[in-house]
């Protein structure tokens, strides 16, 4: 498969205090027609991460509105959440809609950290914490830091979720083992955790993020995710496929995208988000500066 490129869509200038820098993690959802509302990770002059919002034309790549105010800010000090969130994707349980996201921490003088957090998408589009605690926190399956979740249905109408864990904050090589675990629901609510993990190997792809899955009824899974090698290298966007969603195989010469020659994407690609419209699959990923040079768009090449 090969992706092409149709460029950069939307890098931010100074919105708001908490809006100072970077739109990561793009999330796209359909408003009407070919505009979607993409909800991002936007930075404050600290990095700590609220998340904003700007409506997109897909189809003819034009900014129809910006959202001038974050529509959902980091917490308070003391919660899980009080350094920063990153949004996973949205997903819907009895007729309501959710958006996972990564509740950061930085303890003073500690490693930072994650947990999973939940927040509601209104009908009007606006976003509100499910709760304050944790909706996946650290345990013995995962009991250093966990990141960006993911949630799918599948052909049993079970939910799985694929999300990230870090094994170690140094795999002997400098660089953290973060690896992409897997747990699955019947209600969208109880989660059971059974550690199925993307395949790693240090030193080629050992820091995994933002996985982003496609599956249509009755066939394989598809997965893109940020990685790093381990070896000093920046994020490059790799790819798994597997056939039942239990059993993977780490294909990342089968991306079908990379770093540009020249311009904003030109030192790393990162935090994909893939999705189908109007039978086309988007991809919208970020550049340089883990979000700091913006957004962009690449096309599924059917040829």
Request: hydrophobic share 35%.
């Amino acid at each position: 498969m090969r992706w092409k490129k149709l460029g950069l869509i939307y890098s931010i200038d100074a919105l708001h205090p908490k809006l100072m820098s970077h739109v990561a993690n793009p999330l796209a959802v359909p408003l009407q027609g070919n505009v979607f509302r993409v909800f991002y990770s936007g930075r404050d002059q600290n990095n700590r991460s609220s998340v904003g919002a700007v409506d997109i034309d897909i189809v003819s790549r034009q900014v129809v509105q910006i959202h001038k105010e974050p529509v959902f800010e980091y917490g308070a000090s003391g919660s899980f959440y009080e350094h920063g969130v990153s949004i996973g994707n949205c997903y819907e349980v009895d007729d309501k809609r959710y958006i996972l996201f990564m509740g950061w921490q930085v303890p003073p003088g500690k490693h930072w950290r994650g947990d999973i957090g939940r927040l509601i998408l209104n009908d009007d589009m606006s976003l509100a914490l499910d709760s304050e605690q944790p909706f996946m926190g650290s345990d013995d399956s995962d009991p250093i830091s966990l990141s960006y979740p993911w949630v799918t249905v599948d052909d049993q109408s079970n939910y799985r979720m694929w999300y990230g864990s870090t094994l170690t904050w140094d795999a002997g090589n400098g660089e953290m083992l973060h690896v992409l675990h897997h747990a699955k629901s019947e209600n969208g609510v109880d989660w059971k955790k059974d550690q199925h993990s993307i395949p790693y190997e240090l030193g080629i792809a050992q820091a995994f993020s933002r996985p982003t899955v496609m599956h249509e009824p009755g066939g394989p899974y598809h997965m893109w995710f940020s990685y790093r090698s381990g070896n000093g290298e920046t994020y490059r966007i790799g790819y798994a496929f597997s056939a039942d969603g239990d059993h993977w195989v780490l294909k990342l010469e089968d991306a079908g995208i990379d770093i540009s020659e020249s311009g904003w994407d030109s030192e790393m690609i990162e935090y994909p988000f893939v999705f189908n419209h109007m039978g086309e699959y988007y991809m919208l990923y970020n550049g340089n500066g883990f979000g700091a040079s913006g957004f962009g768009l690449a096309i599924l090449d059917n040829d």
